[in-house]
């Protein structure tokens, strides 16, 4: 009997305690009915329903976490009137309430279906599938108010990205695409067409590579690409993500892409093709592609220079120097192209081992301003410090203390 007794009232307060919670959610569904509330009124109430979301009686209802993202959007919605009338709002704090309410949404969705019952109570069974039917409440409001609020993703997304906040403006504008691509965006017939989705996904790549989040960053340069957005800006953030990724494979195929895409207008994808093709030893397709870009543009020293090593590793240096020569001639400011002429003159001062010979020695002296030049703008290039070592030694240069 006493037993018995316990049950009874064990059950009676977890019901009093069920009903409580439903008061809760029910009270602040009042609340922010009102018509003039402000920011501070609806954060009282959100947490006032943020308890009945880890409350055990409520959290897997949906009703609770439909008010939770209402009220996320009044807040967002809120700051920005008040914005509008010339307050101060903190576009930061906005978008976070924009983001949770998002959040607070889906898990609304999850959780919102409702048995299809008849009059006596008992559930109707769908006839094709044999289960009973299911019928949402909050889904269709849910949808629109995220659809309604589809172009302030990509809003606040600027806000947080403007704030070196680049988590958060990868996750709005990954937000903003997921709806602007969404069956109930095409139902409302506001869908962005591919053009708006690249130029977004370019940014949403550009925050992921901000936050040094690589993977991410290349994953969604390559969904900007594939939706029409082919842009320089894209090409080299892309590149680089994949040298910080260090995949050598797909780095080649971007830089090939980039450089069909856009010509010659960047030396640097000719660099990373013409690499490639050097360590592969397909020096075929090096020399056609050095061919090709210095007809289209003859006057850029960087495919001088590439050429010059080509032609050194294929035919030696004799061939190489003119090449290094026009390379200088073009930009005598130009590091690398100072180094090769000067090295390749080194090399072939020594080339019969005999370093001290007069022919040598009017080498080092045609060698040693272009050596000189480049060290000063490359102090730290081992190689070269070693090199100009070697010839202030032979000619006896009070320079090798200052090295």
């Keep these: ?47 006032k329903i943020t308890k009945t979301l880890e409350n055990e009686e409520t959290k897997d ?9 209402k009220i996320q959007y009044s807040i967002y919605d809120k700051m920005l009137n008040n914005k509008a009338l010339g307050e101060k709002v903190n576009p930061v704090e906005a ?26 109570g008992n559930p109707v069974i769908d006839k094709k ?11 269709q409001d849910i949808m629109n108010r995220v659809v309604d609020h589809m172009v302030d993703y990509s809003a606040v997304a600027g806000d947080f990205y403007l704030a070196n906040d680049w988590e958060h403006a990868y996750r709005a504008w990954d937000i903003y695409c997921e709806i602007a691509t969404s069956d109930w965006a095409k139902k409302k017939n506001v869908a962005e ?4 989705i690249g130029y977004n996904r370019f940014f949403q790549g550009l925050a992921a590579y901000q936050a040094k989040e690589y993977d991410k960053a290349v994953i969604q340069l390559a969904n900007a690409r594939n939706r029409g957005y082919r842009k320089k800006a894209l090409y080299d953030t892309w590149i680089d993500a994949l040298i910080k990724q260090q995949d050598t494979i797909y780095l080649v195929s971007v830089a090939h892409e980039a450089h069909d895409m856009l010509g010659s207008k960047d030396p640097r994808y000719v660099h990373i093709l013409i690499n490639h093709y050097l360590k592969s030893k397909n020096y075929a397709e090096a020399n056609s592609l050095l061919d090709e870009v210095i007809l289209s543009d003859s006057l850029v020293a960087d495919y001088y220079d590439l050429k010059g090593r080509l032609i050194e590793i294929e035919k030696g240096i004799d061939e190489a120097i003119p090449y290094y020569k026009k390379a200088v001639e073009l930009n005598d400011e130009h590091p690398t192209a100072l180094f090769d002429l000067g090295n390749a003159l080194y090399n ?10 007069a022919e040598a020695k009017v080498l080092y002296e045609e060698a040693l301003p272009f050596l000189e030049k480049a060290y ?19 000619m006896g240069s009070n320079k090798l203390d200052l090295l």
């Design 129 to 139: 599938t044999k289960k009973c039917k299911v019928k949402t409440k909050y889904s």
């Design 193 to 196: 067409p591919d053009s708006v």
């Design 61 to 69: 209802k949906a009703e609770p976490w439909w008010i939770a993202g």
């Design 95 to 120: 978008g976070m309430a924009l983001i949770d309410g998002y959040d607070k949404f889906q898990v609304a969705l999850v959780k919102d279906s409702v048995k299809v019952t008849d009059k006596k």
């Design 1 to 47: 009997m006493k037993k018995t007794v316990l049950v009874l009232v064990f059950l009676s307060s977890g019901l009093v305690w069920a009903a409580a919670q439903q008061r809760l959610v029910n009270e602040v569904k009042k609340e922010i009915s009102g018509l003039s509330l402000t920011v501070d009124n609806y954060k009282n109430s959100l947490k």
């Design 376 to 394: 000063k703008l490359m102090p730290r290039n081992e190689a070269l410090k070693n090199i100009l070592s070697r010839i202030y030694y032979v």
């Design 348 to 357: 072939k001062a020594i080339e019969n081992n005999d370093h001290k010979s």
